[in-house]
């Protein structure tokens, strides 16, 4: 928070109180309940009241501190930042009565003219470790977390605390209920509730929780680990410069270091943050339409995409987060400069093996993870486990080994295998992670031995040899060795799934020749278990997918096991099946959910499945509607298209329903010529298969034509013999689209009664 250069030349009061001129207190350790403070718009009331708030502030710091020890507190010695507080209790109900209590005598304290000092406060309870008079863990983080959703006046409580003092509150005090809020670290929600104080008047405004902001920033299902010297970096630097790309190896921690970022930041932007996830694009010509996706923003007729994504942008405030560019650093450069061109408040973070190479790029390259201290390690060190802990590689693999292995502990027995696993992957994250997920098997000196083993070619040679990728692909043969075969046949036959997948698609595409239908399930949810798969919710519906670099791994394997052909097949087969089972509930109440479900399927060019020519007319021509209703014309068309190109050997009436499609599109590009051509033809080729439906899309879309052209009577002759198909089928949507259509006729022509 902000303080004039006068103030922070001068010792303050509150420094003799937070024990930096008498001896600390002796600090709780174990369980422990944390209370963070701070003054709501401090920056501002120290640039209208510069010579009132040193004095302010002085008091304020001495209220806290005599009321924390009152109530059997410790203020926490170097923790409190410019205006914050960081205490610690030993019991959570004496926390939330010195909450009370603060609030109560800051409230009515008689503050200078004009200056009104607004404190929001945050109690949380759980496990920290104490060191060198210090507290630190996720506990403390998610405190600040709380703190940072709150408003001035406020006391917020996480639930872990209100379960522990609900029964012991003193008589007046009342918990307010006020639901599950997404925090600021974007694992899972915290259920919130807010103590209530007489005589302080407390406004219910909707706390800053990640719901008040506009973001699509996705839940994360672990915790963020250490970074805390490069997010502020970051921070800073994206103050001073409007694109900063993460540079660095595969499994770094790029991606989640911006997602983390970016939840930091929610309040610098009032258009939002939004991530746009380019992993699973293989056409550079996309990269636009992803990004005008996560917008909301959909292609217009005549009108190149990016001319709209530059419009739109021109005046808005907003963070965009370009996820992996590596593969489609071309198209990334070009956009990020077209767009940093035209607006002025847009900012970029972008994540990348390389920088984009475009001027004002400001690159960060992104660290592994910091490793320990061997000078700290000896065997006369009394503690080892407390000296790993400073080491951000340590406290990752511990986080993640306690997920797996709640019994999990760091002693003086496994503290250096522990050490030598983190150094022997380098830090970098991902292989910390899957290194983690085998203490359910085995001990960590076992784990060590392994990648010892494992490792001994690639460390033992020339230094020049060793790319960090080749490091990430040792340790994904280390991690696949130790899988059983059906668990192995599983992972390299999900590799088929580009955009990820469903419980059922798994089972249909991946089952037989040593996996079972009934299998699936559990060996997925080993491959979950282990960080090779990870779970996703996408609308109530379980998804998953494989990190990008598992997945490269994984299809490598697949080829290698001659097994990529029949996969293939079998992956055709299910998308041609999927598509047409959703084709008819594109028109029916579930649009949306459909639309969602095929976005995974056909929403990038990657993820095109290969096959005959009938094989690829049938799938185009089912999915034609989802490229119109979700705006993608260019691309729809492309696909429809290189079907047509190659029709030998396929039907009738597939050819005529990927004619349909490419039609619908041309007229939504108005390419009026083309889409006649194209749905006159389908037109025909639908009426000799006798295929009704086909046929009555065909006219109801050379009717919309016609409209567009001013060619009334023609429309009205065509969506008249449209609407008789409909009709005879009993198509409500349809019907409703054909009276739809013969009603702008005719109120063209003048016919408005």
């Given amino acids: ?63 806290i501190a005599e009321v924390v020890q009152q109530h059997g507190g410790a203020v926490v010695k170097s923790r409190g930042e410019g205006d ?38 945050a109690v949380h309870t759980g496990d920290a470790e104490l060191r060198e008079g210090d507290y630190y863990g996720a506990a403390v983080n998610r405190c600040a977390r709380l ?12 639930l872990a605390t209100q379960e522990l003092v609900r029964d012991h509150l003193p008589a007046g005090l009342a918990l307010r209920d006020l639901g599950e809020h997404r925090l600021r670290d974007l694992v899972r929600p915290e259920r919130v509730f807010q103590l209530d104080v007489p005589g302080v008047p407390t406004e219910l405004r909707p706390l800053r929780s990640l719901e008040a902001f506009p973001t699509n920033l996705p839940v994360q299902l672990t915790s963020f680990i250490g970074r805390e010297r490069e997010l502020a970096e970051v921070k800073q630097l994206l103050e001073h410069h409007r694109l900063v790309t ?25 258009d939002g943050v939004w991530l746009v996830e380019l992993a699973p694009l293989a056409d550079p010509r996309l ?30 405030a907003l963070l965009l987060i370009l996820d992996n560019c590596e593969h489609l650093i071309s198209a990334c450069a070009e956009l990020a400069e077209a767009l940093l061109r035209q607006s002025t408040q847009l900012r970029i973070l972008a994540s990348s093996r390389e920088a984009l190479g475009i001027a004002g790029e400001h690159p960060f390259r992104v660290p592994s993870l910091s490793l320990p201290d061997p000078r700290r390690l ?41 050490a030598q696993v983190c150094h022997r992957l380098d830090g970098i994250p991902l292989a910390i992670e899957l290194a983690a997920a085998r203490v359910k098997v085995l001990p960590v000196e076992q784990i060590a031995s392994r990648l010892d083993d494992r490792f001994r070619l690639l460390t033992g040679g020339s230094r020049t040899a060793l790319p960090r990728q080749q490091t990430l692909r040792a340790l994904i043969d280390w991690s696949y060795d130790l899988l059983s075969e059906a668990e192995r046949t599983l992972l390299r036959r999900l590799s088929v799934f580009v955009g990820g997948w469903t419980l059922e698609a798994a089972e249909a595409v991946c089952t037989g020749d040593g996996v079972d239908e009934h299998d699936v399930l559990e060996l997925l949810t080993r491959l979950v278990d282990k960080s090779l798969a990870l779970p996703e919710e996408h609308d109530g519906e379980a ?83 989802f490229w119109v209703w979700r705006g993608h014309f260019r691309e729809g068309r492309e696909w429809l298209e290189q079907a047509l190109a190659t029709t030998r050997g396929a039907s009738v009436r597939s050819r005529a329903k990927a004619l349909l499609g490419a039609g619908w599109l041309a007229g939504e590009q108005s390419e009026y010529a083309r889409a006649t051509s194209l749905l006159e033809e389908s037109l025909a080729l639908s009426r000799a298969a006798r295929d009704p439906w086909a046929t009555a899309h065909a006219l109801g879309g050379l009717g919309l034509v ?25 198509g409500p949507m349809q019907i409703a689209a054909a009276l739809y259509w013969l009603g702008d006729g005719a109120l063209y022509q003048g016919h408005d009664a």
């Fill in 147 to 158: 703190r940072a959703i709150a408003f001035g006046g406020q006391i917020l409580l996480s």
């Fill in 84 to 121: 914050s507080f960081f205490a610690v209790f030993a019991r959570a109900v004496d926390a939330v009565v010195a909450a009370r209590a603060l609030q109560q005598v800051l409230h009515a304290e008689s503050w200078p003219e004009g200056v009104v000092l607004r404190v929001r406060l």
């Fill in 378 to 418: 000896s065997s006369a060190t009394p503690d080892l486990a407390t000296a790993l802990s400073q080491s951000e590689a340590v406290r990752l693999f511990i986080d993640r080994a306690v997920t797996i292995q709640p019994h999990f502990r760091v002693t003086n027995r496994n503290a250096p295998a522990v």
């Fill in 287 to 316: 990269v636009p339409g992803a990004v005008a996706g996560v917008l909301g923003l959909r292609e217009e007729a005549g009108r190149p995409l990016l001319s709209t994504l530059t419009d739109v942008l021109r005046t808005r």
């Fill in 1 to 63: 928070m902000a303080a004039t250069a006068e103030n922070l030349a001068k010792p303050r009061q509150a420094d003799k109180m937070r024990g930096r001129e008498s001896p600390m207190p002796d600090l709780p350790t174990g369980t422990v309940t944390f209370l963070l403070t701070d003054i709501e718009r401090s920056t501002h009331l120290w640039e209208q009241h510069p010579e009132a708030m040193p004095g302010a502030l002085a008091r304020h710091d001495a209220l």
């Fill in 246 to 270: 993460f540079t660095g190896a595969g499994g770094t921690g790029k991606s989640r270091l911006s997602l983390q970022v970016a939840a930091d930041l929610l309040d610098a932007y009032p």
């Fill in 706 to 730: 016609a409209l567009n052209q001013g060619h009334y009577e023609r429309a009205t002759v065509l969506h008249t013999e449209s609407l008789e198909l409909c009709r005879a089928m009993g």
């Fill in 543 to 625: 998804r998953y997918r494989l990190p990008e670099t598992v997945r490269q791994y994984a299809r490598d394997r697949l080829l290698e096991a001659g097994e990529a052909a029949a996969l293939g097949d079998r992956h055709l087969a299910y998308c041609l099946a999927f598509s047409e089972g959703a084709e008819p509930a594109l028109w029916g109440s579930d649009q949306f959910a459909w639309l969602e479900r095929l976005q995974s399927l056909v929403g990038s060019e990657d993820r095109r499945p290969e096959g005959t020519a009938e094989a690829a007319l049938r799938l185009a021509g089912a999915v034609w509607l």
